[in-house]
């Protein structure tokens, strides 16, 4: 069993659930919200994904050689 616990997440609902799920247990809990790299995620939900989907073909066809998979979804 833990006596204590950090967590660090970058989602507010994230660490409200740990703060909920540990309120009435003995652990030690302490979060926090990671900000720092909200505003590149911000710019990436709105971007086009073109780029991003090409990658990601490239990549599972790389995989998919590797491992013989089927497919390999996201």
């Known amino acids: 069993n833990f006596h204590a616990i950090v967590f660090v997440?970058?989602?507010?609902?994230?660490?409200?659930?740990?703060?909920?799920?540990?309120?009435?247990t003995a652990v030690d809990l302490t979060t926090?919200?990671?900000?720092?790299?909200?505003?590149?995620?911000?710019?990436?939900?709105?971007?086009?994904?073109?780029?991003?989907i090409r990658q990601w073909s490239a990549l599972s066809l790389v995989i998919n050689s590797i491992f013989k998979?089927?497919?390999?979804h996201p």
Not at 32 to 52: G, L
């Open 32 to 52: 926090i919200r990671y900000s720092r790299e909200d505003e590149t995620v911000e710019r990436f939900f709105n971007q086009p994904k073109t780029e991003v």
């Open 69 to 72: 998979w089927s497919s390999v």
């Open 9 to 24: 997440d970058d989602k507010m609902k994230n660490t409200d659930n740990m703060e909920q799920g540990f309120a009435n």
